[in-house]
């Protein structure tokens, strides 16, 4: 069975510091996607990254930056210079093999960034 | 390009009522899912499709029913509810996974349920 594990539950930082946030993943699948979402006060969901199990490579999309190891089955999110508008839920996922409809969540780490 | 259209986005029902949440996507996504969630946990798969004419259950699928008669379609049916499914219910589309496309789910935005 596959887990998705946010300890993390609940981030406070003032605004530009820079702020990480862990998941870790189990699956004894060898091919798998990594997620990142995010669940603004709002309560929509969107979509922000993707990871493949075969491709460790980091990816940097502006402030944002991933962290993809499967040495210690970790995928961390990175908020660099963080925002006020940064703030919300945001939820790690997991899904197997080539299934794109079963994914499992993690429970979410709520951040809040301060002015 | 409407997206994932969600309807109600509110709702309130008394223990033992029935109703139908609707779901529709216009993006042509194989894969439809449907997840609830409750305060401080993360999203519970109910039941997901592949495509038209295949569900599977999925983590949390006792006291809800789906089905999936066409590609754009996907309503899950309350059969009798009860207090236990409040909740905030989440209908969600996608591709089949590539590996040189960076996607997710595309989601509705959602339906808060309230069993009085």
């Known amino acids: 069975a596959q887990k998705v594990t946010q300890a993390q539950t609940e981030i406070s930082v003032v605004e530009k510091e820079d702020v990480t946030l862990d998941c870790v993943y189990e699956?004894?699948?060898?091919?798998?996607?990594l997620f990142w979402y995010k669940q603004p006060p709002s309560g929509e969901l969107v979509f922000l990254i993707r990871?493949?199990?075969?491709?460790?490579q980091n990816e940097i999309s502006g402030r944002y930056s991933w962290n993809f190891q499967k040495s210690t089955s970790s995928f961390n999110f990175t908020i660099t210079a963080s925002q006020v508008v940064d703030s919300a839920v945001y939820f790690c996922?997991?899904?197997?093999?080539?299934?794109?409809?079963?994914?499992?969540f993690g429970d979410g780490t709520t951040l809040t960034v301060k002015p | 390009n409407a997206g994932v259209t969600q309807t109600p986005k509110f709702q309130v029902l008394k223990t033992g009522q029935s109703m139908t949440l609707q779901c529709a996507q216009d993006?042509?996504?194989?894969?439809m899912s449907w997840y609830r969630q409750d305060p401080g946990m993360g999203l519970r798969l109910i039941h997901y499709?592949?495509?038209?004419?295949?569900?599977d259950q999925g983590e949390v699928p006792n006291g809800y029913n789906v089905s999936r008669s066409t590609t754009e379609d996907f309503p899950l049916r309350l059969l009798s509810a009860a207090p236990s499914q409040t909740s905030v219910y989440f209908c969600?589309?996608?591709?089949?996974?590539?590996?040189?496309?960076?996607?997710?789910?595309?989601f509705g935005s959602g339906t808060r349920l309230t069993v009085v």
């Open positions: 996922a997991l899904s197997e093999n080539n299934n794109a409809g079963k994914s499992t």
């Open positions: 993006m042509n996504h194989e894969y």
């Open positions: 969600a589309s996608s591709f089949t996974p590539s590996p040189v496309a960076n996607y997710g789910y595309t």
């Open positions: 499709s592949v495509g038209a004419g295949i569900t």
């Open positions: 990871r493949n199990s075969f491709d460790e």
């Open positions: 699956t004894r699948d060898t091919t798998y996607y």
